[in-house]
């Protein structure tokens, strides 16, 4: 895939673009997390797979990983890099923004200020583990547009029954934070990242192509 680095206010940025055949339906700019990057494997399945469906996908590599830095930048300084690369993208037609993890958390803070399509938060982190009282839900919140949740049900940041009841949260069984299943489980990895797929792409299809 294709990618480009992308000037911000606290230095370079990546973004590697899968594109359909065909002029896109929507785009779709995902970033990392805080411990990985755009490998990660939910994020690498949406690459591969939605283009076939026609919707592009770019993913957002942030400036700290791209530095080669270990520990992620502060969350305000997360949103001015997202906030600079969806600038300079200048994308036609429905934006949804997203991630993973804290990648998630960036995208529902600025989808208000951006006002893009909707928001995907994969593995969204509800509150840190063990510590429930901590809630990150009131930042969730604030993506009050479409908005898709896939949260695998052994999350330790918050599993499914920890979020308010939503048409648009997806539990996917067995999966922890980094949507992974244990070889014991009586679904595969690949049926996992199906699974997660199918809902951003039926998600997509319902919830923005069709308030376009």
């Known amino acids: 895939m294709p990618s480009r680095r992308i000037q911000t206010p606290h230095g370079p940025a990546r973004v590697v673009s899968a594109q359909p055949v065909a002029a896109p339906l929507a785009s779709l700019i995902l970033t990392h ?14 690459a591969r797979q939605l283009p076939e469906h026609g919707f592009a996908v770019h993913l957002l590599e942030m ?14 300084v997360l949103d001015e890099c997202f906030a600079a690369v969806h600038s300079a993208l200048r994308l036609p037609g429905p934006v949804v923004i997203g991630g993973r993890s ?12 951006l006002g893009v399509a909707g928001v ?7 509150h840190p ?9 009131g930042e969730l919140a604030l993506a009050s547009g479409p908005r898709l ?8 940041f918050g599993g499914p029954p920890e979020f308010p009841p939503d048409p648009y949260l997806v539990g996917l069984p067995y999966a922890d934070h980094s949507l992974k299943v244990p070889k014991r489980a009586p679904v595969t990895q690949e049926e996992t990242l199906d699974r ?17």
């Open 33 to 46: 997390g805080a411990g990985g990057g755009i490998d990660a494997i939910d994020l690498a399945a949406l």
């Open 129 to 137: 583990p063990g510590r429930p009282e901590s809630s990150r839900l």
């Open 63 to 76: 400036p700290w990983r791209v530095a080669g830095k270990k520990v992620a930048s502060r969350p305000a």
């Open 149 to 156: 949740v896939v949260q695998g049900e052994r999350d330790p």
């Open 120 to 126: 995907v938060a994969l593995a969204f982190p509800l």
């Open 102 to 113: 804290a990648g998630a958390r960036v995208a529902c803070r600025l989808a208000g200020p």
């Open 196 to 212: 997660a797929v199918a809902a951003v792409l039926g998600w997509l299809r319902s919830s923005v192509l069709s308030a376009e």
